[in-house]
């Protein structure tokens, strides 16, 4: 958020930005053999929000942005996401109603440059058929140009020409986590569902990367669901969470909320259950 700035403006701002219900996780259990990953949880996602999930190790987060968005199909319950009922979602008709995502663990080619792996990111958005696009002519030339100008912006963006060029395996960890934004957002998304964007940065990094979230979601008006550990980050960049530990929906709330939520101070401090 820009310095000097009124913080009731800002929250006013926010206020605008957020509409209705984007999905809605409905009744979600996830088993893996005897292993319930998530048991009966429910919450939603609004507009325009930043939405953070959070949890000690193995809560099953990561678990549950793989259920939104096709990954994993749960056992039980369903996703509503604008307007229709997923029971379950499936990878292609995430991919196709504008879900995006980003990996705990880095999944890039590391032998493309920064600028090839950002184009993979357009396939969905390709409409020449392959002979087009192969000889490149007719439709597959201008949407070739169509693509790169877009892919252009969005390096431009998230400030990353001095390595347009780089195969992004010789690039620092800090600037695989941003090419790997770049891709996602090359999807255009309508939600962009985040894996842990912040894991393993320094300071500095995570600094750049909180920024460019905030500028996704307010520039683009991207809906963002986030995981991250880091609970400085968490509290600054969310306008509600949710907590979930062993699986089970804790809490769920603005960060002032959950903050003082005794069940979670519990989970986080570690205090055995019954
Ligand atoms: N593919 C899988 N096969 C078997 N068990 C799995 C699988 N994926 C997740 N699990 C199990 O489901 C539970 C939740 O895991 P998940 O990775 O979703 O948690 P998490 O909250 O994202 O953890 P972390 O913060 O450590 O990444 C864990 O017990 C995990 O071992």
Not at 14 to 19: E, H, L, S, T
Not at 127 to 134: D, T
Not at 233 to 243: E, F, G, P
């Amino acid at each position: 958020m820009a310095s000097g700035q009124d913080p009731t403006t800002g929250a006013q701002e926010r206020k605008d930005r957020i509409g209705d219900v984007l999905l809605r996780v409905e009744n979600i259990t996830l088993r893996f053999g005897g292993v319930k990953a998530i048991n009966g949880v429910s919450f939603d996602i609004r507009k325009g929000e930043v939405r953070s999930i959070i949890g000690p190790n193995g809560a099953g987060k990561s678990s549950m942005l793989n259920c939104i968005n096709g990954f994993y199909q749960p056992q039980e319950g369903s996703i509503w996401y604008n307007g229709k009922t997923y029971s379950p979602m499936r990878p292609h008709d995430a991919a196709t109603n504008g879900i995006a995502r980003t990996f705990q663990n880095i999944a890039l080619f590391k032998g493309m440059s920064t600028l090839d792996n950002i184009m993979t990111g357009r396939i969905l958005k390709q409409k020449a058929s392959l002979i087009e696009q192969a000889f490149y002519f007719g439709r597959g030339k201008s949407e070739e140009i169509e693509h790169r100008e877009f892919v252009e912006d969005i390096i431009d963006f998230l400030e990353i020409q001095a390595i347009r060029k780089t195969p992004v395996g010789r690039l620092p960890y800090g600037l695989q986590k941003r090419v790997e934004l770049g891709r996602a957002l090359a999807a255009e998304p309508t939600l962009l569902l985040l894996d842990e964007p912040m894991a393993g940065m320094n300071l500095e990094e995570k600094e750049d990367m909180s920024r460019f979230i905030i500028d996704v979601n307010e520039h683009f008006g991207t809906t963002i669901a986030l995981i991250e550990h880091d609970m400085g980050v968490v509290m600054d960049l969310s306008d509600r969470l949710v907590v979930l530990d062993y699986g089970s929906l804790l809490a769920d709330g603005t960060p002032e909320e959950v903050r003082g939520n005794q069940a979670v101070i519990d989970a986080y401090l570690g205090v055995a259950h019954d």
